[in-house]
């Protein structure tokens, strides 16, 4: 089994003090942790100050974007090589929330993760499905496309750093969450598009996470299932016993 991944989106919550005093929290409750890896992702300007309480505790550091260029007169925009200096080991791309309300697309978003693993960056690529495209029977067309045009041309050595974030679109921040089976057949078939497309040597160490509503009553259910190697929680990792309770499922 691989080790599970658990990782907290803090999306656009937590000041700067906020975020220190969590992951102070979180160092001292979990800390360096064998049979787990737990990694979080404050926003842009706590990540420096949160890098510098977690150095050497075990978890590690995300941002929730990264541009897509490496640098020059981009306002607003933040870089692969500026994320690295102040410690971030992933990056989340692709999530839905910048595909649905910031119109990002598959060709842009290849761009961000050829960009991220360029720099020592390992991707937490999103994908998923809107309720539309699920009800409409595209799920696996959907999904497939999303992986074959993110990842194009990407190197078996970038293959190999990914982490894959199944999230639906319809169960983000929704309190709807997938059925372990729904999740279970969308992880079979992300590992099936993986192994067809690249090779099953490249890709058997890829650790594929749900996200969407996870909370600490269905992180069980989620975890039991064979293809789902962890979960990239939202609104639950900012209570901190409910983080806790999903890391300790």
């Known amino acids: 089994m691989k080790r599970p991944f658990i990782a907290g989106n803090w999306k656009m919550h937590k000041t700067v003090r906020e975020a220190v005093h969590f992951a102070e929290r979180l160092k001292k409750e979990v800390g360096a942790s064998d049979d787990r890896e737990v990694v979080i992702a404050p926003p842009f300007p706590a990540l420096y100050p949160v890098a510098e309480v977690v150095s050497g505790s075990g978890i590690g550091l995300s941002a929730q974007n990264v541009s897509d260029r490496t640098e020059g007169a981009f306002t607003g925009e933040v870089s692969a090589k500026m994320l690295v200096d102040a410690g971030c080991e992933y990056v989340i791309i692709g999530h839905s929330e910048r595909r649905t309300l910031f119109g990002e697309r598959n060709d842009f978003i290849h761009r961000k993760i050829i960009t991220a693993v ?12 809107t309720l539309e495209e699920r009800e409409a029977g595209r799920t696996f067309s959907i999904v497939g496309e999303q992986i074959k045009e993110g990842l194009n041309n990407l190197s078996a050595d970038g293959i190999r750093q990914l982490v894959i ?55 069980g259910g989620l975890m039991a299932q064979h293809d789902i190697d962890g979960a990239l929680v939202g609104g639950a990792s900012l209570d901190f016993d409910s983080f806790v309770g999903i890391i300790r499922f």
């Open 118 to 129: 360029s720099f020592g960056l390992k991707p937490i690529f999103c994908i998923g499905e």
């Open 165 to 219: 974030a199944y999230e639906p679109v319809w169960a983000i921040g929704t309190g709807r969450t997938a059925t372990p089976e729904q999740a279970q057949e969308v992880h079979a078939h992300i590992r099936e598009v993986m192994d067809t497309t690249w090779g099953r040597d490249v890709c058997r160490d890829i650790r594929v996470i749900y996200g969407g509503s996870v909370n600490p009553g269905n992180i």
